[in-house]
C-alpha cells in the first residue's frame, strides 16, 4: 500500500521514498543497514526484528570490540543503535572510539537509564539519540523520516 501524493514544507513528495507495509509501519524505498551493539541476545533479537520490520537491514554484534572491528574492516551503516552496558567496553567509550574513527553514523543509545550525568557523558562521546525503552517500529520511523528528509 503506497502513501496519497502529498507535498510536505520541504517540497518533497511523500510518496517518494515512502511506503506502508503489510502492517500499516512506515518504510523508506532507501535501504538503511544499522549496526546493533548489544551483549543481551534478546535485546539483539528484539531489535534486530522491530528494525527489519521497517525495511532496515540489520546487522548485531555483542560487543563494543567486536563493533569497532566490524567498523575498522571497513562496514559501513546508517545507523548504530549502542547498549550502555557492554562487556569489556561501555558504550560511552565505544562511541567516542567510534566518533575517533571519523565513522558520521547515525548513534543512537536505547536505555531504561535516565540520568543526565549518563546522558552528558553520551552526548560528549557524540552520541545522536537517545530513546528511552522500548524501542519501537514508530520511533525509527521517525528517525528514519529525518533521515530521508536530511
Same mark, same amino acid.
Given at each position: 500500500?503506497?502513501?496519497?501524493? =502529498? ?7 511523500? =510518496? ?14 532507501? &535501504? ?15 531489535? &534486530?526484528?522491530?528494525? /527489519? ?39 560511552? /567509550? ?11 553514523? &547515525? ?24 530513546? /528511552? ?5 514508530? =520511533? ?11
Amino acid at each position: 500500500m503506497e502513501l496519497p501524493s =502529498k507535498i510536505n514544507n520541504n517540497g518533497k513528495s511523500l =510518496k517518494q521514498g515512502f511506503s506502508c507495509s503489510r502492517n500499516g509501519d512506515l518504510i523508506t524505498s532507501r &535501504k538503511f543497514t544499522t549496526l546493533v551493539v548489544d551483549s543481551d541476545s534478546f535485546i539483539q533479537i528484539l531489535e &534486530k526484528a522491530i528494525l /527489519e520490520s521497517q525495511g532496515v537491514e540489520t546487522q548485531y554484534v555483542g560487543s563494543g570490540i567486536d563493533a569497532l572491528d566490524l567498523l575498522a574492516f571497513g562496514a559501513n551503516f546508517d545507523i548504530i543503535v549502542i547498549a550502555w552496558v557492554l562487556p569489556k567496553m561501555n558504550g560511552v /567509550e565505544t562511541t567516542r572510539r567510534i566518533r575517533a574513527m571519523g565513522i558520521c553514523s &547515525k548513534m543512537l543509545v536505547v536505555t531504561a537509564c535516565d540520568i543526565e550525568r549518563e546522558k552528558h557523558a553520551f552526548l560528549d562521546a557524540g552520541v545522536d539519540k537517545f530513546i /528511552e525503552i522500548p524501542l519501537t517500529p514508530e =520511533k525509527i520511523a521517525s528517525i528514519m523520516r529525518k533521515m530521508q528528509n536530511a
